[in-house]
């Protein structure tokens, strides 16, 4: 394992997309010390910032205050890595495989067009996870995010594939444009989740504020939520019995749209 | 002796495990050079089929029976496995893309012969759900229990298979029987099984369970002792099992 512990307090971000496992494994303390990164507008190395302790391999635990740090495990393919603090924006940004684990807040575009993977945030989240870049077309395309936390606005916009679970609450237009995929928010949506939905499934257990584009459908118990829940319970969540045996009620949209979209409203009577 | 006797001519089945409700997963039946294929029902109520066999073969079921959807389905991958969710009138059918297939064996079979149709059915639950706890098994018919065993053969030249006359009560007197004085309902369990073991230690815990009073006697459909390559000497299995 390689421990990367913050030596210096960070007065303007740094762009550290060197730490990844891929570019590690293999590598001597000091090859990795003398791995690039932007500081600001300069070029500088990982060793200024970071005290490297121990070879390179494909498991990586990062310590202190990253909250300024952009990009760490973006674009990651295997292995894990874990971030004891706050994380900075682009969190595995495109990443295509291997674990992240983050013991702290994580930034905007946590996710951000992953293809495959899984980032597991014991904290809150900021704006665009697992979406979408401005101008992309599609935003997360596989891989699983679990945010313990609360979650910002555009949440899994353009989203083709993949999960996208929050326990907490989310801002606005959740699910945006999504094409399919799946978003379950243990808390409440924010105003116009699904905006544009063309398909996917959006699972909130709190009654939402919902667009008039979105229609009732049936009130009734899906079997495949049954076996998400279970699956959560696999990666540590806690999830009331309720939930699991509980009745949702399906809207269906956007008419705007394709309208084969879903959203599932836990029924609490 | 009683025989049992493979049903099918070939011992080739896709196993699967269900969820939801007792009734027959034989909704369709494909059929391939080699291979009897076993699908799940999208018609039974409450039904949603999960692949049980992690075998290197695979086929896709799931993945075909989307279609029932008219482009109304939608596929989750839960765990890395692919789902597909079918809306229908009753609900919503779950159903697996893919299910594992490996060489196995189909019908094998006991016989139960009980006083009265209520202790026989009795008997024949008991004898399934203790059956149900062997691994490597199904029961494929709804509840696990037949009412209508065959015999090979019938009068009319379109049929391959006609009711089992030796076996029912009310031919009695007028075929040659092989019901014992007293029995006036015979019910069957038929089992399909990975390997010849598991198919003797269903049989045996089936038997033992299905052993209540009112039944008269357990035996087997032989189907002349010419039909499939397996056999399964009731006698020898409860004999095997009493000397564990």
Not at chain 1, 84 to 106: Q, S
Not at chain 2, 138 to 144: A, D, H, T, V
């Amino acid at each position: 394992m390689t421990i990367l512990t913050l030596k210096t307090k960070l007065e303007a971000p740094l762009e550290a997309a060197a730490v990844v496992p891929d570019r590690f494994a293999g590598k001597t303390e000091a090859d990795i010390a003398g791995l690039e990164v932007a500081y600001g507008n300069e070029t500088a190395h990982l060793g200024d910032f970071f005290h490297v302790d121990g070879e390179g391999t494909y498991e990586i635990t990062l310590e202190g205050d990253l909250s300024c740090v952009k990009n760490i495990a973006a674009g990651m393919t295997l292995g894990k890595v874990a971030v004891h603090g706050d994380v900075g924006m682009h969190l595995g940004a495109e990443m295509r495989g291997g674990e992240i684990h983050v013991h702290g807040n994580a930034d905007d575009w946590a996710g951000a067009e992953m293809k495959g993977g899984t980032i597991h945030i014991r904290g809150n989240a900021g704006h665009g996870l697992g979406g979408a870049y401005r101008g992309s077309r599609r935003g997360m395309n596989r891989g699983l995010i679990i945010v313990e936390g609360d979650a910002g606005n555009e949440t899994g916009s353009l989203m083709r594939r993949g999960f996208i679970v929050v326990t907490g609450n989310v801002g606005d237009f959740t699910g945006a444009f999504m094409i399919a995929g799946s978003i379950m928010v243990f808390g409440s949506l924010g105003i116009r989740a699904g905006a544009g939905l063309l398909r996917g499934t959006i699972v909130t257990l709190r009654d939402p504020e919902l667009l008039p584009t979105f229609r009732y459908d049936c009130t009734y118990s899906p079997s495949f939520l049954k076996m998400v829940f279970q699956d959560l319970k696999n990666h540590g969540l806690s999830v009331a019995d309720k939930y699991m045996t509980g009745r949702y009620r399906r809207y269906s949209g956007d008419s705007n749209r394709l309208g084969k979209g879903e959203i599932l409203v836990y029924d609490q009577c | 002796m009683a025989v049992h006797r493979q049903r099918h001519q070939r011992p080739r089945n896709i196993l699967w495990r269900k969820k939801g409700c007792h009734c027959s997963a034989v909704g369709q039946r494909i059929q391939e050079p080699g291979r009897i294929s076993h699908v799940p029902d999208r018609g039974c109520p409450t039904t949603a089929c999960f692949n049980g066999l992690d075998a290197e073969e695979e086929v896709t079921v799931g993945g075909q029976l989307r279609f029932f959807g008219d482009g109304y389905q939608s596929s989750k991958v839960i765990a890395g496995r692919r789902y597909w969710r079918v809306p229908v009138m009753e609900g919503e059918f779950l159903v697996e893309e893919k299910f594992g297939v490996q060489a196995a064996i189909a019908g094998g079979n006991f016989l139960i012969l009980g006083s009265d149709p209520t202790v026989t059915l009795q008997a024949a639950e008991l004898a399934v759900e203790a059956m149900r706890r062997i691994a490597g098994v199904i029961m494929p018919f709804p509840g696990g229990i037949v009412r209508s065993g065959s015999k090979v053969g019938s009068q009319y030249k379109f049929l391959k298979a006609s009711t089992n006359d030796a076996f029912c009560p009310s031919l009695r007197g007028i075929v040659d029987t092989q019901l014992p004085d007293g029995v006036n309902s015979v019910l069957e369990i038929v089992i399909n099984g990975l390997e010849e073991r598991a198919i003797e230690e269903a049989t045996r815990v089936g038997i033992e369970a299905a052993c209540i009073s009112g039944i008269r006697r357990i035996s087997a459909g032989n189907y002349g002792g010419n039909l499939g390559k397996y056999k399964f000497h009731l006698q020898e299995i409860m004999k095997k099992a009493s000397t564990k």
